[in-house]
Structure formats: structure tokens, C-alpha cells
């Protein structure tokens, strides 16, 4: 999936993926409330990641169904990141991301256990 996810595709999308299928009227009225989006902003939004390929419409009721995962979608993104502004270096986007950041023992602890069991 070559797509980009915009920010507005991702509020919907995160609404997808924590409540699972939605009709297109409950997205809309939880997107009202959670974001402030009136209906024809969300179902606009809907249409584009329908046409995208992450969504998929069906009949009755507008039901939408993620086709991609959260986790597929967040590696597909952290690997743009990573090409875009770190040159493909894991090392820098590490350092980048851990230069100012406390880390208590038990994250260190289970970032080395996440690179150990690679």
C-alpha cells in the first residue's frame, strides 16, 4: 500500500480501529464529538479512504471496515519516517528520539529485550 494516511484520515481510522466496524452515520457522530467534524466533512473523509484502499463500504448502512491493521499502518509510517528524514538509519532515528528523553530502567530493560529477541 503506497497511500499516505493524512491526519484527518487517521482520526477516522483510529476510530475505526478502536470500535471496529462502524456504519458511516456512527463515525460521523463520534468524529462530531470527539473531533467537532460536521457529517459531510467525515463522509468525505470516509469516501477518500474508501477510494485509498483502507477502508472498505458495505451495504447496509454504510458499514466501514479497516482493511489495514494499526500496527501495519504505524510501520508503514515509522518506515517513511525513517527514509524520509533519517536517511534509512535506525541508529539516528534512536538517537534522534532518545537524546532528550528519561528513560526509567524498566524501558531500557525492555528496549534491550526488543532489540535482543530481533
Not at 491493521?69 to 535506525?90: I, P, W
Amino acid at each position: 500500500m503506497k497511500e499516505k494516511l493524512f491526519d484527518s484520515e487517521a482520526k477516522v481510522m483510529e476510530i475505526i480501529w478502536e470500535k471496529g466496524p462502524l456504519s458511516a452515520k456512527e463515525i460521523s457522530l463520534i468524529a462530531a464529538d470527539s473531533i467537532g467534524w460536521n457529517k459531510n466533512t467525515t463522509y468525505t473523509v470516509i469516501k477518500k479512504l474508501e477510494a485509498k484502499g483502507f477502508i472498505r463500504r458495505d451495504d447496509p448502512g454504510f458499514l466501514c471496515t479497516a482493511l489495514i491493521s494499526q500496527s501495519e499502518m504505524q510501520k508503514k509510517e515509522a518506515t517513511t519516517l525513517l527514509n524520509k528524514v533519517f536517511g534509512g538509519s535506525r541508529k539516528a532515528l534512536f538517537s534522534a528520539l532518545l537524546e532528550d528523553e528519561q528513560l526509567t530502567e524498566k524501558e531500557i530493560d525492555e528496549l534491550r529485550k526488543l532489540i535482543e529477541n530481533r
